[in-house]
């Protein structure tokens, strides 16, 4: 039996590490350094950075590395010794606090979207202390941030920093006005909820769309999908469950909250969700959630599939941000209380949300795009590609009646009757949720649920911190400068709700009538793929907000939007050559094969009696025939649209050509040969089927 409190954290050198360990004014200048930003001391880094090492060392550690988040989507490391030489040819174990505090990991190579020239190599890393070390692999991790040697932002993690810098110098000003002078910070809390498909190592090695893509490319619909809800919240099978007992517990000793999991809709897949904590805590130990998940299904013969659309046919993997604001001290802004419409403070945070969500709904749609992603927006598993706020019943009421200057009477809290008498009756929540909508607001917090499952949630909580730090300055420099503050704030408010209501929407997302009158009636945007909505990223809105509150330059912005693009385009470039490579040298082969089998057999039958009934032979071979000579049109169509995108210059260009051209190309290749993969025998079809796939894990 697994004793949790006492494994939990014991590979973070977290605060209670701490506490034992440093001196009481290094550890009281730490904790200031995390609380309030406020840089350390070379003298403090260097006794930190001891205390650390000795710690590390103690549990096994020989190594140390700056662990950091580049434009790639992934985290990076790269590994030192802590050995140090000595004049008698032996070796110490030293960490000095200049090894802490900076790093020098070559940056050329890295994505930088024009910001570095390709042999400038030098960059850096700085340790950030709100973020604890850990131990990983018998590695010492310093989390740290990453930029180049004329200070640009190459990561994901500087940009989440300056954007909850932002938002908590706009809140603080927001608060003093309310008289809440005893609070010292804001900060925003995120729980992201992680979705994933499990699958036999075995099968999966078979795939090579799997191993190159991370999503199949060819397959048909297996006989039985996700039809009867059967996998949903179900008991989960043995080696899932042993997968899942062994996560949890590497979790745990890495400080993460694991806290929930369980079976989800598609067959195979399965979601975790850990308790809240600071927004950069959040994005690190998410990060590290994905990689052990894949370590850890290893170790049982799995394969931890991160894709958002590993299967057509079947639900995708997404990502819910859940996401409020809370003071330093623990206090949720975005908690309603039992009478929310006289708590004029979460009011005003509410309205800034939904200015920001309204005002910034193109950058919130940019921060979800990805190749992989697209396959999922709007389908059923996911939200639509329109970004919308659902508030539920009571709150929604209660903003009307602010908009019309009309009183508003609180409704009495009902109590669920299921109807049978030994069940206990508890009180109805006063709405109900809605899993259509993008943006939806949860009782003390708002769930952004159009984020995919192998993204990082730095960038949509980049977008969602510095969105509602413009609101909250813009309340503040009206409010500062009102002379009846409370008349003022109710003037706020109400012109707020009536400025930005169109982006509240309780209805049913998927339902055509309703997309209607959100584009045409209410104006919002239908950002389909991330060629429809990178090229807002750029503009000159968009542009002063990153840049007024000091989150990103524009040359950073540029930057992104062309990694954004050349990301996109090469993902489907690497998928189109996997698909001709698996239908030239796999599948056009097997089916010859299974119709050359079948015209033997036809052969034979009749060799043996001339009257014998081959009409299955022949209607298939036909058939199959008429397919190959298809699936080799499709084929060269694919090979000929490659060839075209080396015409493209422009990126934007070359990105909107593959999801025009190439892409369609693909679609059209893989509808011919999964027709021809029910028609051709098992025994000759060269990859594992889609049952094979989803049902193989025991």
């Given at each position: 039996m697994t004793n949790v409190p006492e494994i939990f954290g014991c590979l973070v050198f977290n605060d209670t590490t701490m506490k034992a360990r440093l001196p009481k004014e290094t550890y009281k200048a730490m904790k200031t350094a995390a609380q309030i930003g406020k840089r350390l001391d070379i003298n403090v880094a260097n006794v930190v950075a001891n205390a650390?090492?000795?710690?590390?060392?103690?549990?096994?550690?020989?190594?140390?590395?700056?662990?950091?988040?580049?434009?790639?989507?992934?985290?990076?490391?790269?590994?030192?010794?802590?050995i140090s030489p000595t004049d008698d040819g032996n070796v110490i174990m030293e960490f000095s606090g200049k090894e802490l505090v900076r790093g020098e990991p070559d940056a050329s190579s890295f994505p930088s979207g024009g910001l570095r020239a390709t042999f400038e190599a030098r960059g850096y890393t700085a340790w950030d202390p709100t973020s604890y070390a850990f131990i990983?692999?018998?590695?010492?991790?310093?989390?740290?941030?990453?930029?180049?040697?004329?200070?640009?932002?190459?990561?994901?993690?500087?940009?989440?920093?300056?954007?909850?810098?932002?938002?908590?110098?706009?809140?603080?000003?927001?608060?003093?006005?309310?008289?809440?002078?005893?609070?010292?910070?804001?900060?925003?809390?995120?729980?992201?909820?992680?979705?994933?498909?499990?699958?036999?190592?075995?099968?999966?090695?078979?795939?090579?769309?799997?191993?190159?893509?991370?999503?199949?490319?060819?397959?048909?619909?297996?006989?039985?999908?996700q039809e009867l809800d059967d996998h949903y919240f179900g008991s989960l099978k043995p080696r899932v469950a042993a997968f899942m007992r062994d996560l949890?517990?590497?979790?745990?000793?890495?400080?993460?909250?694991?806290?929930?999991?369980?079976?989800?809709?598609?067959?195979?897949?399965?979601?975790l969700a850990p308790i809240f904590t600071?927004?950069?805590?959040?994005?690190?130990?998410?990060?590290?959630?994905?990689?052990?998940?894949?370590?850890?299904?290893?170790?049982?013969?799995?394969?931890?599939?991160?894709?958002?659309?590993?299967?057509?046919?079947?639900?995708?993997?997404?990502?819910?941000?859940?996401?409020?604001?809370?003071?330093?001290?623990?206090?949720?802004?975005?908690?309603?209380?039992?009478?929310?419409h006289e708590n004029a403070q979460f009011l005003l945070f509410l309205c800034a949300v939904i200015k920001a969500v309204d005002e910034y709904q193109d950058l919130l749609r940019i921060s979800v795009a990805s190749a992989g992603n697209d396959h999922r927006l709007g389908a059923n598993e996911a939200p639509p590609a329109i970004i919308s706020i659902f508030l539920g019943?009571?709150?929604?009421?209660?903003?009307?009646?602010?908009?019309?200057?009309?009183?508003?009477?609180?409704?009495?809290?009902?109590?669920?009757?299921?109807?049978?008498?030994?069940?206990?009756?508890?009180?109805?929540?006063?709405?109900?949720?809605?899993?259509?909508?993008?943006?939806?607001?949860?009782?003390?917090?708002?769930?952004?649920?159009?984020?995919?499952?192998?993204?990082?949630?730095?960038?949509?909580?980049?977008?969602?911190?510095?969105?509602?730090?413009?609101?909250?300055?813009?309340?503040?420099?009206?409010?500062?400068?009102?002379?009846?503050?409370?008349?003022?704030?109710?003037?706020?408010?109400?012109?707020?709700?009536?400025?930005?209501?169109?982006?509240?929407?309780n209805g049913n997302g998927y339902d055509e009538n309703n997309i209607r009158e959100l584009t045409e009636g209410r104006g919002l945007l239908n950002l389909r793929s991330t060629t429809d909505c990178l090229p807002?990223?750029?503009h000159e809105k968009n542009i002063k907000l990153f840049s007024r509150h000091g989150v990103f330059t524009e040359s950073e912005m540029r930057s992104r939007y062309e990694i954004l693009l050349e990301n996109y385009s090469k993902v489907i470039h690497i998928e189109a050559l996997t698909m001709l490579d698996m239908a030239k040298r796999d599948i056009l082969p097997a089916i010859t094969a299974y119709v050359k089998e079948l015209c033997e057999s036809a052969l034979a039958k009749r060799n043996f009696l001339a009257a014998a009934d081959c009409s299955f032979e022949e209607k298939t071979v036909n058939q199959l025939s008429g397919l190959t000579a298809c699936i080799a049109e499709k084929i060269e169509a694919l090979d000929s649209a490659l060839i075209g995108v080396k015409?493209?210059?422009?990126?934007?260009?070359?990105?909107?050509?593959?999801?025009?051209?190439?892409?369609?190309?693909?679609?059209?290749?893989?509808?011919?040969?999964?027709?021809?993969?029910?028609?051709?025998?098992?025994?000759?079809?060269?990859?594992?089927?889609?049952?094979?796939?989803?049902?193989?894990v025991k």
């Open positions: 650390m090492k000795d710690w590390a060392v103690e549990n096994g550690a020989t190594h140390f590395t700056h662990w950091f988040q580049p434009m790639t989507g992934i985290t990076a490391e790269k590994h030192d010794s802590f990983k692999d018998g590695t010492l991790c310093i989390p740290t941030a990453f930029c180049s040697y004329g200070g640009e932002a190459l990561d994901k993690k500087t940009p989440l920093l300056r954007s909850m810098e932002a938002i908590n110098r706009q809140a603080m000003r927001i608060l003093k006005l309310f008289g809440n002078t005893e609070v010292h910070s804001v900060k925003t809390t995120v729980g992201p909820e992680q979705e994933y498909f499990l699958i036999d190592k075995e099968v999966y090695d078979k795939r090579p769309d799997l191993i190159y893509t991370g999503r199949t490319l060819f397959g048909a619909k297996p006989p039985k999908g949890d517990e590497e979790l745990w000793k890495l400080g993460i909250y694991a806290k929930t999991k369980h079976n989800e809709v598609a067959p195979a897949q399965h979601e600071t927004t950069n805590i959040a994005t690190d130990h998410n990060q590290l959630t994905m990689e052990v998940m894949k370590k850890i299904a290893q170790r049982h013969g799995l394969v931890c599939l991160l894709h958002e659309k590993p299967f057509a046919g079947v639900n995708g993997s997404g990502k819910h941000n859940n996401w409020s604001i809370s003071t330093g001290s623990g206090v949720n802004l975005l908690e309603p209380g039992d009478t929310p019943d009571e709150l929604n009421d209660i903003l009307k009646a602010i908009e019309n200057d009309a009183s508003y009477d609180a409704p009495e809290k009902v109590q669920m009757k299921i109807g049978v008498h030994v069940l206990p009756r508890f009180p109805k929540d006063t709405t109900d949720r809605n899993r259509t909508s993008a943006f939806a607001f949860t009782g003390n917090k708002f769930e952004f649920r159009s984020l995919g499952s192998s993204a990082s949630v730095a960038g949509p909580n980049i977008v969602l911190n510095t969105a509602v730090a413009e609101s909250l300055r813009e309340f503040a420099d009206v409010l500062e400068q009102a002379d009846c503050f409370t008349s003022t704030l109710h003037d706020l408010i109400r012109d707020t709700i009536r400025k930005h209501k169109r982006i509240i929407f807002y990223f750029l015409s493209v210059t422009d990126i934007l260009d070359e990105a909107v050509y593959y999801k025009d051209r190439v892409f369609t190309a693909m679609n059209e290749l893989r509808a011919v040969v999964d027709e021809s993969e029910v028609m051709t025998s098992s025994k000759y079809w060269p990859y594992p089927t889609y049952g094979e796939l989803l049902f193989s």
